[in-house]
């Protein structure tokens, strides 16, 4: 059984960094897709980026303008999201999500199939 976990989060003021964590276990092959995803208050549940736990191949959501940056340590088992140039509109409920045995990672909600907790991030300006 595949578990996710989260870590990082917090709070930042506009401009500045943050690192998110996610942690997988119990994957029986590496055929997977880690995304993260991000729910703002009141709004919906949408793709940030992707990363193929096999070759490493990644997907973005283009209009993140590549503030944001996904890498893995596959050793670990660990996905990271990196955070810079925050703006208040990156506040919301951050999630981590792994879909199952995938030739290739897409952003949208549906194909996942395994969920982390959120984890909070609020950017102040």
């Known amino acids: 059984q595949i578990k996710v976990m989260v870590s990082g989060g917090g709070s930042a003021q506009a401009g500045g960094s943050l690192r998110l964590s996610c942690t997988t276990s119990?994957?029986?092959?590496?055929?997977?897709?880690v995304g993260w995803f991000r729910r703002p208050r009141g709004g919906e549940r949408v793709g940030l980026a992707a990363i193929s736990t096999s070759d490493g191949d990644t997907t973005y959501d283009l209009s993140l303008k590549r503030r944001f940056t996904i890498s893995q340590d596959s050793a670990k088992n660990m996905v990271y999201l990196e955070m810079t140039n925050l703006t208040p509109g990156d506040t919301g409920m951050y999630y981590c999500?792994?879909?199952?045995?995938?030739?290739?990672?897409?952003?949208?909600?549906?194909?996942?199939?395994?969920w982390g907790q959120g984890t909070q991030v609020t950017v102040s300006a």
């Open positions: 119990g994957a029986t092959d590496n055929k997977n897709c």
């Open positions: 999500a792994v879909e199952v045995d995938t030739a290739s990672c897409l952003l949208q909600v549906k194909w996942y199939d395994v």
